[in-house]
């Protein structure tokens, strides 16, 4: 990339919008600069998908219950959520910078705003730093609120996964687990910023969401298989064709229940059936019957169709877990909670 191409966009919009104004009018430049930055944000808002932040923040807030059963103080839950809207904005923005190139050559992805030039790559940068600095600030915030150091000082750790994930599609087939593990750092984050320390119990709903969110992804990559192969890049679907890539997916969606199913019947001491109930075990009923769902229309509709229906479907998977474990730890059905 030329040297400030980051800030050419940016730069050009802002000289066009203040050329010929004469100085020391700071309320007509402002009236001019408004419609500039009014379509940036929107744009950079549009552009990293808010609404999918649907598929972590439910099994952070479930995991959230039980570090802090029935559930944390608002302040606690605020912060928790502030952090992971933060996160997933900083990783959504830079990632869209970094493909930004890749998404100019894909027919699927050249409307972006940033390849069809809505939004400039100096902006969506910034504002994914600054959403970056308010995690790390969120983070630390634990600190004040609960006397806990671990969120701050593993931030930056989680900020390297989350960016690191962007280049990963162009050197391993990993790519989707890759992005599974930074969904399913939510939960052992959300257990580490309320208790300090870390157990067996965000461990699994963690490992499970990396597994489900690897799953759908597969999905989802069927629609790039061509440009894939075509730019080099790699992830199952282009690398092993959609039978095979089906396979991969079902293992890791069964991967997923197995690894949810402990969560609902087991604590971490080991006794059966002692830590949550019926709420959950039926969450998981329903998780089981929606991945399957899920496999069963992927094998009749087209890669479009799979594409327009994993939104919903994915979403109601995590939106069940923490109903499950809402009925269970909250309104107290069958629950025997037994946390330290």
């Not at 990339?1 to 980051?6: I, V």
């Not at 203040?18 to 309320?27: L, V």
């Not at 634990?142 to 990963?168: D, E, I, K, Q």
């Amino acid at each position: 990339m030329a040297r400030g191409g980051f800030a050419a966009p940016l730069a050009g919009r802002w000289l066009f919008a203040a050329r010929g104004k004469p100085r020391g009018e700071p309320a007509a430049q402002k009236q001019i600069m408004k419609p500039v930055l009014g379509q940036q944000l929107p744009e950079f808002a549009r552009t990293i998908r808010l609404e999918h932040s649907l598929f972590a923040l439910p099994f952070a807030l479930g995991t959230a219950m039980l570090a802090d059963p029935p559930y944390p103080a608002p302040a606690a839950i605020a912060l928790l959520m502030a952090c992971m809207v933060a996160a997933r904005t900083a990783a959504m923005g830079f990632n869209r910078v970094a493909d930004a190139a890749l998404d100019a050559r894909n027919p699927r992805t050249r409307d972006r705003a940033i390849p069809a030039g809505r939004l400039g790559r100096g902006t969506a940068l910034a504002l994914a730093l600054a959403s970056a600095a308010a995690f790390v600030a969120g983070a630390w915030g634990f600190w004040f609120l609960r006397g806990n150091l671990w969120p701050g000082l593993l931030a930056p750790a989680f900020l390297a996964v989350l960016f690191g994930y962007s280049y990963t599609k162009r050197f391993t087939v990993l790519t989707h687990w890759v992005l599974g593990l930074c969904l399913g750092l939510g939960p052992v984050g959300a257990w580490i910023a309320l208790r300090g320390s870390l157990a067996l119990v965000p461990a699994l709903i963690g490992a499970a969401v990396v597994v489900w969110t690897a799953g759908f992804d597969i999905f989802y990559s069927f629609q790039d298989i061509e440009v894939d192969r075509r730019e080099g890049l790699h992830s199952v679907p282009a690398r092993v064709g959609r039978d095979a890539a089906r396979r991969w997916a079902a293992a890791s969606h069964a991967a997923t229940v197995a690894l949810l199913a402990p969560v609902a019947i087991m604590d971490p001491s080991g006794t059966p059936f002692s830590r949550l109930g019926l709420g959950s075990l039926l969450a998981l009923a329903g998780i089981a019957t929606t991945l399957a769902l899920e496999h069963l229309r992927a094998r009749r509709q087209s890669d479009i169709e799979i594409a327009g229906a994993f939104f919903p479907l994915n979403a109601f998977v995590s939106i069940m877990w923490l109903v499950g474990v809402f009925v269970d730890v909250v309104m107290g059905l069958q629950v025997r909670v037994h946390l330290n």
